[in-house]
């Protein structure tokens, strides 16, 4: 299995190579990888890189896994008609009164650079500003190869890999704004991590996603109950807009957000937030 993850070295950011001997450092020529942008764009060949010891997992501090900012974050609203019909059901969606349940097309939104936070790292309440946050566990696309146009056919072949998103969502803003950016875009709103597996080694059909908040199973579902698919996704982006090496795609939300609940059970300081797909892990962070 390749996973590949980013820590905390001694001589700043590295990029490691995790499995279940630990994390083992990687350079090339003898030059540490600080991030993956050379292996997401093709520059680096994968069989070029060293690397070194193995040490635990749990001595080093996970960063988010790219290193370096996506150009775009795109994201998928009401992708999995049961979270659909629920936050329909919440009073929440305010973009149209007469929006369908279940979209005919993909519903796309963005997040800034500056929403980007790794595992473990603390999710800012942004106190004052919004009283109603949420939490929302989502399987991300990481495009290697990049292109416009590209058809759903040949979609999978521009993935390099797969990591997890939380698109944390302060849902006061999202209504009161009746569009979704500012819910969604403070800073911190965005963790990503803790590793991303290569395309290669993960079968779309038989992925789970799963969210915990202070250990309770709130969010569960399988990849293939999505409305619109990873091919399709890539399809429309691609369409009309260039897709970079290292763009990511969140791909949607299942069912279980805290707007779903009667009444709503919002984030509060504290609460620990974890969202697992295996094989990539387990992204958790606690809010501030």
Known sequence: MTRWCRFAGDRGPQVGRWDATGVRSASVDGA???????L?????DPRAVDFGEAVDVDSVELLEPLGAYPRNLFCIGKNYRDHAAEFAASGFDATSASIEVSPEHPVVFTKPASSVIGPGATIPRHDGL???LDYEGELAVIIG??????TR??????VFGYTIVNDVTARDLQRRHRQWFL?????GYCPIGPGVVTADELDLDSVQIECRVNGELRQKAALRDLIFDVPTLIATLSAGISLIPGDVISTGTPAGVGIGFSPPRF??????????????????????
């Open 32 to 38: 540490p990888l600080a991030t993956l942008a050379g």
């Open 40 to 44: 997401v764009g093709g520059t680096i």
């Open 130 to 132: 919004t009283a109603q």
């Open 145 to 150: 190869r990049g292109g416009r146009g590209i």
């Open 153 to 158: 056919r040949d979609a999978l072949d521009h």
């Open 183 to 187: 819910g969604k875009g403070l800073d």
């Open 267 to 288: 984030l509060a300081a504290g609460d620990e937030i974890s969202v697992t797909v295996d094989p990539i892990g387990t992204l958790t962070n606690k809010v501030g």
